[in-house]
């Protein structure tokens, strides 16, 4: 069920409800319940700490919620490669530890009597995500911009930046929610071995929800790319795999069609070109079958490498060739 990212999917339908029935006049009076105040979570009382939760249920600035809903779409590679289980894990080890640090950089503030900040912004973990989208996503540049290397990631950061420098708040969770991307990227002082969901949570979670997250699986090939573009560019590659075996194909059966007709015209006493004696020697490389596979682009040496490791057939080299790239 990982391929269908119903956590992703959870979450995202949970915060565009919210966020849109807050916007709603006949609900605004909602709007106090997802409001991340600190002031009343950092209350000596602490009869406020529900906060904590509520606030990471909604975004209350519309702009914030189309980059972060934009955000949580491209990170849903990681739940398809974790699975649901690890990344749901994942998720609150890292919302327990960006939270920590974010009361703890306030209060530090706060005391040292250089900053106060009364609110930070509301909406889910994002940024520990971005960790893991700068080390496992690969960069695919696509253009230049003033010498500037512009790639597939390239709008993914800029909708972080985006969120990031809507307030001084914005700047704090951000900073907070990168360093515990890496705390938790790295396991460090093996804090992802406590932080995560018991199994039977979420046996029971799956049992109660799957049934409202379900989706048909993809149609069509696998392809395991990380973003739209690797896929798109490993379906090129498979075109262009399935053309050169077409190709050799082709040239096999014209050069077996030649050969068939000057034995016709020139018939010998002695075995054919292609003999089963010479078919079962496989330590020799004929120059035919690399003349071929040249034809097809290949370099004579990787062709001849090719050809030998492949017992002298044609389509086991040209596979070998093309898996070299």
Known sequence: MAHKAPITKGILCCMFITSCAIHVPLLSHLRYYFVYNCNDILSPNCLHLWRILTSKLAFLDMKDLVCGSLLLYYFRVFERRLGSHRFSSYLFANFVIATSLEMAFVYSLRQFNLLVIDYLPSGPIIFPLFINYLIDIPKVTHTYILGIPVTGKSLTYVLGLQVLSSSRGSVICSICGLIAGIIC?????????????????????????????????????????????????????????????????????????????????????????????????????????????????FERQKVIVALIRANNDVNLATTVLLSEG
């Open 185 to 297: 990227r790295f396991n460090v002082f093996n804090v992802c071995n406590y932080l995560k969901i018991p199994k039977s949570v979420a046996k029971v979670s799956e049992d109660l929800f799957a049934w409202l997250l379900a989706s048909n699986p993809p149609e069509g090939d696998n392809l395991n790319g990380a973003t739209l573009e690797i896929q798109r560019q490993q379906q090129i590659e498979l075109y262009e795999q399935q053309m050169m075996l077409s190709r050799a194909r082709e040239l096999r059966e014209r050069i077996s069609n030649r050969r068939s007709a000057e034995n016709i015209v020139e018939p010998t006493a002695g075995p054919s070109v292609e003999s089963p004696q010479e078919d079962s020697d496989n330590s020799s490389v004929t120059e035919e079958k690399i003349q071929t596979l040249v034809e097809m682009g």
